[in-house]
């Protein structure tokens, strides 16, 4: 069955330290995203792409890298700038860039609870 | 800009009909979607409206005003495996925005 596989389920790291949390997706889409949810919030979007080496921020970029390198992988890092990292990370994908939310809607991986002490 | 706003709890009992509100401000609007979240896990989709009016799927149907900037998401016979958070987001600029979410508590 074609989805989004999100490594680890959680992931415990320390202050001060980088993390990079793994995304895979053999549903053969082309775009990417990252969001982030804190407990009874809303996802916010914090990168996104939209085709292979090629990524733009979203609202809440600062602290976290991510890389295209291959179609199937999206990576994202946590780094040590981030301020509140500890938070549920969803990795989503649709099969095109977002023009119509029918024909292209989003699909999400199960996400990866980071908390950071 | 944007922002959606959607109440943050709603309680009904089983069977029973439940409308979940949601308005947005934002510029560029190309269509209002929604999505379903269980405790813990991955949001799934369940509508899209680009048009005004009314979208049936089964139990659940969405309905958008663009001139009131206004939709809202219908969940008929209500069932408890509904009990979830739903979420409403706006398609801009290739990017979906997320509302803050209502959680759905259905009783017995």
């Known amino acids: 069955d074609g989805g989004i596989t999100q490594s680890p389920k959680y992931l415990f790291r320390k202050e001060g330290q980088n993390v990079t949390l793994s995304c895979e997706q053999n549903l053969n889409h082309d775009a990417m995203y990252w969001y982030r949810q804190d407990p009874g919030q809303g996802l916010r979007l914090i990168y996104y792409?939209?085709?292979?080496?090629?990524?733009q921020k979203g609202d809440i970029a600062e602290g976290y890298s991510v890389s295209r390198e291959k179609k199937e992988s999206f990576p994202l890092t946590v780094t040590s700038a981030q301020k509140n990292p500890t938070a549920f990370y969803l990795c989503a994908s649709s099969r095109d860039q977002l023009t119509g939310g029918l024909n292209s809607p989003l699909h999400f991986g199960n996400g990866t609870r980071l908390t950071v002490t | 800009g944007q922002s959606l706003e959607q109440p943050s709890e709603v309680t009904a009992v089983e069977g029973a009909i439940v409308q979940i509100n949601c308005t947005y401000q934002?510029?560029?609007?190309?269509?209002l979607s929604w999505y379903q979240q269980h405790d813990g896990g991955a949001p799934t989709f369940l509508s899209y409206n680009g048009l005004d009016g009314l979208e049936e799927t089964g139990r659940f149907s969405s309905f958008l005003s663009r001139s009131d900037s206004y939709g809202y998401l219908l969940l008929q016979e209500l069932q408890m495996k509904d009990s979830a958070s739903y979420f409403c987001?706006?398609?801009?600029?290739?990017?979906?925005?997320f509302g803050q979410g209502t959680e759905l508590s259905v009783k017995p």
């Open positions: 987001a706006v398609l801009r600029g290739g990017k979906l925005i």
């Open positions: 934002t510029s560029g609007f190309y269509g």
């Open positions: 792409s939209q085709i292979v080496n090629d990524f």
